[in-house]
């Protein structure tokens, strides 16, 4: 499971869903929930975890060719190839992040290491979780269950 932590930058909600901009260091990444959770709010410190087969890769430009608003560009650190999968570990502005691929999609776009390839994340796959105080269960408990 890949984890990054990052701060909600801005809650816009609908009556269908929310779209939650968190930033990560310098990137900025949109999440798409049916609606904001309760405990969350701009300014929160929160912990994004995305797993490794919800990652897609690409090279060359995805500039206009993609729906997918959240990319990471990165180098391609090491890699390991099953028979039919491959585990992919690309250094990326955000850190480290794996990411789950077929190998016939890895030889068929002749990866390697050092290469260049973004990385493509949904903004429905990413899960967000608090950031909580863990010195007090009343701090806890009060972050998870606060009304607005």
Not at 20 to 34: C, E, H, S
Not at 55 to 75: D, P, W
Not at 132 to 141: G, I, M, P, R, V
Request: negative net charge.
């Amino acid at each position: 499971m890949n984890a990054m932590f990052a701060k909600v930058e801005e809650i816009k909600s609908d009556e269908f869903f929310s779209c939650i901009t968190i930033r990560v260091k310098d990137t900025l990444f949109k999440l798409l929930k049916t609606e904001a959770p309760k405990w969350l709010h701009i300014g929160d410190e929160v912990e994004c975890r995305i797993q490794e087969a919800a990652i897609s890769l690409c090279t060359g430009s995805k500039e206009g060719s993609v729906s997918i608003e959240n990319y990471l560009s990165g180098e391609l650190q090491h890699f390991r190839k099953g028979v039919i999968l491959s585990e992919v570990s690309v250094d990326t502005p955000c850190g480290v992040m794996n990411s789950l691929i077929t190998t016939d999609a890895f030889e068929r776009m002749k990866l390697c290491e050092g290469c260049a390839v973004t990385l493509l994340l949904k903004a429905v796959d990413i899960k967000l979780l608090p950031v909580l105080d863990t010195t007090s269960y009343e701090k806890c408990k009060d972050k998870l269950y606060q009304v607005n």
